[in-house]
Every structure is written in C-alpha cells, then in structure tokens.
Nanobody, 123 residues
Framework: QVQLVESGGGLVQAGGSLRLSCATSGLTLRSYNVGWFRQAPGKAREFVAA????????SYADSVKGRFTISRDNTKNMVYLQVNNLKSEDAAVYYCAAGAPTKSTVPGAYRYWGQGTQVTVSS
C-alpha cells in the first residue's frame, strides 16, 4: 500500500518559517516527480511547487516565488518544502503528491497523495 506522509506543519507567526517534509512507504519516491499543493477552507486545492524526480528542475506558484523552496533527498526518499516569510494567506493544509508524468501544476495529474499537514499563520 502506497502512503505519503506530510509533517512539519504548525502554528507560526507571520514572517516565520517552517520546513515541511514528505515521506513515503510503499513507493520509491526518488523515481517520481513530486508536487506540493495547499488547500484553505472554502477554496480549491492550488499548486505550490513541484520538482522533477532527479531534482534538477523546480517550479513555483507566483504567490510563493522567492519565499518557498522545494527540494529532495533521494538517498532518504524524502521531499521537503521550506516555507519562509509566511503570510496570512499561506495558511492552509499542505499536501505532497507524486506520480505525475511531469512536474505538473494540476492536481489531477498526480496519482498519490498524502493526508496533509496544517499550516496556521498568526498575525
């Protein structure tokens, strides 16, 4: 059974930072392109960042460019999302996803999803 597990979320003040992690079981994550998405209450799930299986190419939503960094350590089968200078509008449940044929920005392109980790930003 394939599982993706996100961790690292929490409550942080505006301007603060977190490091989100995505771990897997039943899946060799280093073989897959991985994306991070987020969903705030009452809103659609939106693309945040993506990285190719080798880690050579990344892409970001315009709203997070310069503040968020996606990376991966294929020796540990892990993908990370460093989130800096958090704003109130970044508050959401953050999901990692794997299995898209490219570093897609479309949720439907990804086959595997985690349960999410909550990021809350206080002002």
């Amino acid at each position: 059974q394939v599982q993706l597990v996100e961790s690292g979320g929490g409550l942080v003040q505006a301007g603060g930072s977190l490091r989100l992690s995505c771990a897997t079981s039943g899946l060799t994550l280093r073989s897959y392109n991985v994306g991070w998405f987020r969903q705030a209450p009452g809103k659609a799930r939106e693309f945040v960042a993506a990285i190719t299986w080798a880690g050579t190419t990344t892409s970001y939503a315009d709203s997070v460019k310069g503040r968020f960094t996606i990376s991966r350590d294929n020796t540990k089968n892990m993908v990370y999302l460093q989130v800096n200078n958090l704003k109130s509008e970044d508050a959401a449940v953050y999901y990692c996803a794997a299995g898209a044929p490219t570093k897609s920005t479309v949720p439907g392109a990804y086959r595997y999803w985690g349960q999410g980790t909550q990021v809350t930003v206080s002002s």
